[in-house]
C-alpha cells in the first residue's frame, strides 16, 4: 500500500511522460506517443526551406534501419527564418516527393516563444534538468532522442547529421 501511494506522488508531481502526448499528424489524425513504448524515439523540428532540409535523407535512412527499435518523429514548425511556411499537406507532399519520408511526422507547431507546444515545452524542460545541450532549440532539425523507457538521453544540434557517429551510438546503445 506504501509502495502505491509513493508511486502515486511521484507520477504526480513528476510532470507529463513522453506517452502521455497525443499530437496532431500532418495528414490528419493523432500520433500516440504510448504506442512507441519499448523503442527509442527520436524528436526532430523540421523545415522544408532549410539549409538543414537534406538531413530529411538521412532521418529516412536511419528510420529503415532501425526502425525495429526506432521511431522518428518530425514536427515542421516555422520558427526560425520562416523556412517552413507550407501547410500541412503541402509540407506532406513535399516530405513525399522530395525525400520519401515515411517516419510520422506532425502537424506544424511552434517549438519556441510564447505559443510553445506542450511537448517541446516539456522537452526543454527535461533537457535544462538534465543539463543536456543544446537545451534550447537552436534552429531547424535539432534532435532529441528518448530511451525505450520514455527518458530524454540526449540532444543533437542542428548540424549534426543523422547519421553521425555520436548519433548512431546513441541509438544502438
Known amino acids: ?28 489524425g493523432k500520433i500516440d506517443f504510448s504506442r512507441f513504448k519499448g523503442k527509442k524515439i527520436m524528436i526532430v523540428n523540421t523545415a522544408s526551406l532549410c ?5 530529411y ?6 528510420y529503415q534501419k532501425y526502425q525495429d527499435k526506432l521511431v522518428i518523429v518530425g514536427f515542421p514548425a516555422n520558427n526560425f527564418g520562416s523556412q517552413e511556411p507550407g ?21 506544424k507547431i511552434s517549438v519556441k516563444g510564447d505559443n510553445i507546444h506542450p511537448l517541446y515545452k516539456w522537452l526543454l524542460e527535461e533537457s535544462k534538468a538534465k543539463h543536456l545541450e543544446p537545451a534550447d532549440v537552436k534552429w531547424n532539425f535539432q534532435k532529441y532522442l ?12 542542428p548540424k549534426t547529421q543523422p547519421d553521425a557517429p555520436e548519433v548512431i551510438a546513441a541509438i544502438e546503445k
Open 1 to 28: 500500500m506504501l509502495r502505491l501511494a509513493i508511486l502515486w506522488v511521484l507520477l504526480l508531481f513528476v510532470g507529463p511522460r513522453i506517452y502521455e502526448f497525443k499530437v496532431d499528424a500532418v495528414d490528419g
Open 51 to 55: 539549409g538543414n532540409t537534406p538531413q
Open 57 to 62: 535523407a538521412g532521418l529516412e535512412k536511419i
Open 87 to 107: 501547410t500541412n499537406a503541402e509540407i506532406k507532399s513535399f516530405c513525399t516527393k522530395e525525400y520519401a519520408v515515411t517516419f510520422p511526422m506532425a502537424a
Open 146 to 157: 528518448l530511451d525505450e523507457k520514455g527518458n530524454l538521453i540526449a540532444v543533437f544540434s
